[in-house]
C-alpha cells in the first residue's frame, strides 16, 4: 500500500511540450547584431563629416602647413595635351625649322633692305657742300662695320665741295698754276724775269683741246676731265706738272680729294647692300 506522501500532484501538460530553439535571448542577440552593422555602416559613411577637425576660431590664425619638398613637383591641373604620335613628331620638327629659317631670311632681307635705303640716302646727301652725319647715323644702324663707313664717319661732319662747284673753281686755280710753271729759275735774265711780272698781272691760260705734255695741256686736260666729273683721272694729269704747278694747285686738289674719298665710300657702300639684298633674295627664292 503506497505512502500518502508518495502521491504527488498531477502537473500541467504544457509542460511536456517541447521548448523552442529560437528563445527572446537569440532574437535579442540578433537584434544588438544588426544595431552593431548599421552603426558601422553609418559612422563609415558619415564618421569624415562629423569628426572633421573645426575650423580655427574668428582671430587665431592656423599655423603654417609645411613648405610641400622641392623635390615633388605639385601636379598640374590642366589635362595634358595628347602625345603626339612617332610618326607625326618629326613632320612637325622639319615644319618648325622650315618656320625658323623663313623668319631669319625675312629678317635678314628686311635689313638688307634696309641698308639699302640708307646708303642711297647718304650717297645723295654727300653730294652736297654741306655735312650729311644724320643720314650716316641712320646707315650704321642697319648696316655692319666696314672701312668705308669709318671714312665717311670721319668726312661726314665737314663734307667736301660739290663736284659742280669743284668744276667752277678750277679755272682760277689753273691759271696759278699756269703762272707758276712759268716762273724763271735762279739763272734766268732780266728779260725773263719782267715777262713772268706781266703773267701774274695778265694770267693768260691756253685752254680746250691743247696738245703735248706742258702745263697748259695738262692743266686743259683736267679741266675737261673735271666739267666731265671724272676727278681720278684729273687727278693723274695734274700729277704730272712741274714742282711749283702742283703747289699752286694744292688748295684746290686736297677738296676735291674730299670729294672724291667720299665718293668712292659711298658708292662701295650702296654696291655691297645691293649685293647683300640680291644675295637675300636669291637665298629666299
Given at each position: 500500500?503506497?505512502?500518502?506522501?508518495?502521491?504527488?500532484?498531477?502537473?500541467?501538460?504544457?509542460?511536456?511540450?517541447?521548448?523552442?530553439?529560437?528563445?527572446?535571448?537569440?532574437?535579442?542577440?540578433?537584434?544588438?547584431?544588426?544595431?552593431?552593422?548599421?552603426?558601422?555602416?553609418?559612422?563609415?559613411?558619415?564618421?569624415?563629416?562629423?569628426?572633421?577637425?573645426?575650423?580655427?576660431?574668428?582671430?587665431?590664425?592656423?599655423?603654417?602647413?609645411?613648405?610641400?619638398?622641392?623635390?615633388?613637383?605639385?601636379?598640374?591641373?590642366?589635362?595634358?595635351?595628347?602625345?603626339?604620335?612617332?610618326?607625326?613628331?618629326?613632320?612637325?620638327a622639319?615644319?618648325?625649322?622650315?618656320?625658323a629659317?623663313?623668319?631669319?631670311?625675312?629678317?635678314?632681307?628686311?635689313q638688307?633692305?634696309?641698308?639699302?635705303?640708307?646708303?642711297?640716302a647718304?650717297?645723295?646727301a654727300?653730294?652736297?657742300?654741306?655735312?650729311?652725319?644724320d643720314?650716316?647715323?641712320?646707315?650704321?644702324?642697319?648696316?655692319p662695320?666696314?672701312?668705308?663707313?669709318?671714312?665717311?664717319?670721319?668726312?661726314a661732319?665737314?663734307?667736301?665741295?660739290?663736284?659742280?662747284?669743284?668744276?667752277?673753281?678750277?679755272?682760277?686755280?689753273?691759271?696759278?698754276?699756269?703762272?707758276a710753271?712759268?716762273?724763271?729759275?735762279?739763272?734766268?735774265?732780266?728779260?725773263?724775269?719782267?715777262?713772268?711780272?706781266?703773267t701774274?698781272?695778265?694770267?693768260?691760260r691756253?685752254?680746250?683741246?691743247?696738245?703735248?705734255?706742258?702745263?697748259?695741256?695738262?692743266?686743259?686736260?683736267?679741266?675737261?676731265?673735271?666739267?666731265?666729273?671724272?676727278?681720278?683721272?684729273?687727278?693723274?694729269?695734274?700729277?704730272?706738272?712741274?714742282?711749283?704747278a702742283?703747289?699752286?694747285?694744292a688748295?684746290?686738289?686736297?677738296?676735291?680729294e674730299?670729294?672724291?674719298e667720299?665718293?668712292?665710300?659711298?658708292q662701295?657702300?650702296?654696291?655691297?647692300?645691293?649685293?647683300?639684298?640680291?644675295?637675300?633674295?636669291?637665298?629666299?627664292?
Open positions: 500500500m503506497t505512502e500518502p506522501s508518495d502521491i504527488t500532484a498531477p502537473k500541467d501538460p504544457a509542460d511536456y511540450r517541447p521548448r523552442p530553439l529560437l528563445g527572446v535571448t537569440f532574437w535579442a542577440m540578433i537584434a544588438f547584431a544588426v544595431v552593431c552593422v548599421l552603426a558601422g555602416v553609418a559612422i563609415a559613411q558619415f564618421g569624415p563629416r562629423l569628426f572633421s577637425p573645426k575650423p580655427a576660431a574668428h582671430g587665431v590664425e592656423a599655423p603654417p602647413a609645411d613648405p610641400a619638398p622641392a623635390a615633388a613637383p605639385a601636379a598640374s591641373a590642366t589635362p595634358a595635351l595628347p602625345a603626339l604620335s612617332d610618326a607625326a613628331s618629326p613632320d612637325v622639319k615644319l618648325s625649322a622650315r618656320m629659317i623663313l623668319e631669319t631670311r625675312q629678317a635678314h632681307a628686311a638688307a633692305a634696309a641698308a639699302v635705303l640708307a646708303s642711297a647718304v650717297a645723295e654727300s653730294q652736297g657742300s654741306g655735312s650729311f652725319a643720314e650716316l647715323a641712320t646707315l650704321r644702324a642697319s648696316s662695320p666696314s672701312p668705308e663707313l669709318e671714312t665717311l664717319a670721319r668726312l661732319a665737314a663734307g667736301a665741295p660739290s663736284r659742280a662747284a669743284l668744276a667752277s673753281s678750277f679755272p682760277g686755280y689753273a691759271a696759278r698754276a699756269a703762272s710753271a712759268r716762273a724763271p729759275g735762279e739763272k734766268a735774265g732780266l728779260g725773263d724775269r719782267i715777262a713772268y711780272a706781266l701774274k698781272i695778265v694770267s693768260l691756253r685752254v680746250g683741246d691743247v696738245a703735248g705734255d706742258g702745263p697748259d695741256a695738262l692743266l686743259a686736260r683736267a679741266e675737261r676731265l673735271v666739267d666731265d666729273g671724272d676727278l681720278d683721272r684729273a687727278f693723274r694729269q695734274l700729277d704730272r706738272l712741274p714742282p711749283a702742283r703747289e699752286a694747285m688748295p684746290w686738289r686736297a677738296r676735291a674730299r670729294r672724291a667720299i665718293d668712292r665710300a659711298a662701295a657702300l650702296r654696291a655691297r647692300a645691293l649685293a647683300e639684298l640680291a644675295a637675300e633674295q636669291r637665298g629666299g627664292a
